[in-house]
């Protein structure tokens, strides 16, 4: 829905205040007939956390990620926010309770410029009539700037189509966006599966920038070298289910990697930081001692 005036999106750091979950998931399960693509998912996102998301291809991550952003429908399981139950009947339902979501595809129209693409479906504008509604560009543009510039991301001309710009630029705006929007939390997939080295490096650089603002993140990756690096905690999934997760400073990519094939059993991990989960699901949490 277009707004009729500008708005302030000037980002603050989200403090942490309780040890509440920002979100948190009970038992979430999908299944398309008989595929059983997740089972019994729990998980926890607590403020100011970052985590992460690992598995092989068909683990269930991508489902995980549909069904908390409202994108699909869960057969069954909860979802809290800031520890009220929610339910998302589409992702601008998410997107409406403070939840972004930067995809592979960045979900960016290529052919209009860096405002147009910011205030893509959130319009400010000057006179609300619909279709007909007079855009306020100004403030789209000034707004634009200061996303753009407290998440650390420089772009020479914002007048430019998204289309003459680099996969690394297109991934900024696209994280500038959900920075500067985000209420409770990001979710990131893959955010550089396409790039290059360099850009690869700056888009981590920006994310370790909201890490330092306080911002909860889900990041997805198949780059463990990236998960160490940015990442607090990891949930592993395997054949549709979150099989444990792991404090990054108290495991090591190794371990991880056995996880994920099956190489080494969740139940044979120290009980001292692998606790069950009080559903008595396989699912093992590492927690801080």
Do not use: W
């Not at 991990?269 to 949490?285: C, F, G, K, T, W």
């Amino acid at each position: 829905m277009p707004h009729t005036r500008p708005e302030s999106h000037h980002s603050t750091a989200m403090t942490p205040e309780t040890n509440q979950p920002v979100l948190e998931i009970r038992s979430l399960t999908k299944h398309y007939g008989g595929v059983k693509a997740l089972t019994d998912a729990h998980f926890r996102l607590m403020p100011g956390e970052h985590v992460a998301i690992v598995g092989d291809n068909g683990a269930g991550k991508s489902t995980f990620v549909r069904l908390i952003t409202g994108a699909e429908q869960p057969n069954s399981g909860d979802l809290l926010l800031d520890g009220q139950t929610v339910s998302f009947k589409s992702p601008l339902d998410a997107r409406d309770q403070g939840m972004e979501t930067v995809y592979q595809t960045l979900a960016l129209a290529e052919d209009l410029d860096v405002p147009a693409n910011i205030f893509l479906g959130r319009e400010i504008t000057h006179i609300n009539l619909g279709p007909l509604s007079v855009l306020n560009h100004k403030a789209m543009r000034e707004q634009s700037t200061d996303m753009l510039a407290t998440t650390g991301v420089k772009i020479q001309d914002m007048s430019e189509s998204l289309r003459g710009m680099s996969g690394g630029q297109r991934q900024c705006v696209a994280i500038a966006r959900a920075a500067g929007f985000a209420k409770k939390l990001i979710i990131l997939d893959e955010p550089t599966a396409a790039l290059g080295v360099a850009e690869t490096a700056r888009v981590e650089q920006i994310i370790t920038g909201l890490k330092a603002r306080g911002i909860p993140l889900i990041i997805i990756s198949h780059n463990l070298r990236q998960v160490f690096d940015l990442a607090d905690r990891i949930y592993v999934f395997r054949q549709g289910r979150i099989i444990c997760n792991r404090l990054t400073s108290e495991t090591n990519p190794q371990e991880i990697v056995g996880l994920i094939t099956g190489a080494i059993n969740p139940e044979s991990l120290n009980p001292a930081n692998s606790v069950p989960d009080a559903s008595n699901s396989n699912q093992r949490e590492a927690e801080t001692v």
